[in-house]
């Protein structure tokens, strides 16, 4: 909002972004959605007599509950064609109105009166932006950053304008009536740049470019849509994954050929130590050096050793990456279909715990969702974080919270037939009366005190 609000957006441009990006919470609302509903409804059935009036009409719970069961698995196969269909689409939609945005109004990415240092190499401040897109700029002053061997430039305008680029990566900015103040002191020795020589050059018009790709892709990135996956359906991932696969296949061969070929040739060379001593001079002892040399032999053999160290972290986290791409693109896809279970087994819970509850309306219904949800929740980050470090099949990860939560439903729905007291306050007292009989001291009566 930062980035948009105030920026030249109308409030039916923003509200549109927010609106593409906000169904993809859809999939993770509409379980707990159902969950709250179910408790809410049978809890209010129990609440007014309603489910014991109909258990006394021959009418079972499951009788009850059918037809709302029916009515959640309908919503679970809509998710599904939801999930699968209109999330990546609105999320590509999303992706290329970001570009739209970033590539039509490119004073988005400045603000008026500060030095902005986002743009490779520049350094840049417009004291006024203006005009229906924010394409006209006033008192324009951009700065080339550069070290101590290469030219240093600065550019002052009165006035500028954005106009469009032919590519969409770079911003192209007309500047009029300014100057290009110059070093000149790139390929010159110390004494040369002692003159400090320089050059100023005044123009009427001085055309710009700057590389905003980097802009473009840090503002997608923060929305964590800049994953071509996310955009595809079930079948498509499924191609995506099988391609990845093999590439993946052909990077840790890759990666095992390097590993491999550096320590055979460690092991080679001991291994001609050990056959022909001839060919190969016997490496000296250590304890027959003294002073530096000894040192100088620790210091460089410690080197080797971090050098190899480094060699083999940075194999180790090109691994690590892989995989967890690996997981999230699994992750994501079969996320597709679990949420659809996840409706139905958190109706099963809402409505077997409403009904033992026998509490409706907004209070302790929406604290048992929350911490239901909540659970799930957590299970899933679980899963999801241990998937990511290669420690558990992204598959496995992803169904693991509805199989957990699966039986659950199913004892809860049989402890809602059986009419279980599960919540009655007095039967676990009555249950743990004698244990706490057996470690409190007896009272006498008040008579023989």
Known sequence: MGQL?????????????????GVTVVKMVLPLTILLAAIMTFGDFGERYELAAMKSAGISLLRVMRPLLIMVILLSVLLYFFSNNIIPDFQRKAKNMLYNIASSRPALN??????????????????????????????????????????????????????????????????????????QIANKDFKEREKQANQAIKFDSLVQHFDVSLLLNKALEEQNITDDYQFQTYNQIAKTLKKKRKDDKDAFNTISQDIVSQQNGYVSYIDKIKTDKKLVKQPFKLDSLKGDKKMEALYYAHNKLQAAKSAYQMKNDQIIDIIKYYTKVVMYQQRIISYSFTCVIFFLIGASLGSIIRKGGMGLPVIIAIVIFILFYVINLMTENIAWKGEMNPYLATWLPNMILLPFGVWMTYKALTDSQLFDAEKYKAFFKPIIDRFSKPKEHQRYQ
Request: hydrophobic letters at 40%; aromatic letters at 14%; a negative charge.
């Open 5 to 21: 609000a105030g920026k030249g957006l109308s409030a039916w441009e923003i509200s549109k972004l927010l609106f593409y990006m």
């Open 110 to 183: 400045f603000t008026p009166g500060q030095f902005i240092d986002t743009v490779p190499g520049m350094t840049i401040k417009f004291d006024e932006i203006k005009g229906e897109n924010g394409e006209n700029v006033n008192g324009v002053f951009i700065h080339k950053v550069a070290n101590s061997y290469e030219d240093n430039q600065t550019v002052v305008a009165k006035n500028g304008k954005f106009v469009q680029a032919v590519d969409k990566h770079y911003l192209k900015l007309i500047l009029y009536n300014g100057y290009i103040f110059q070093d």
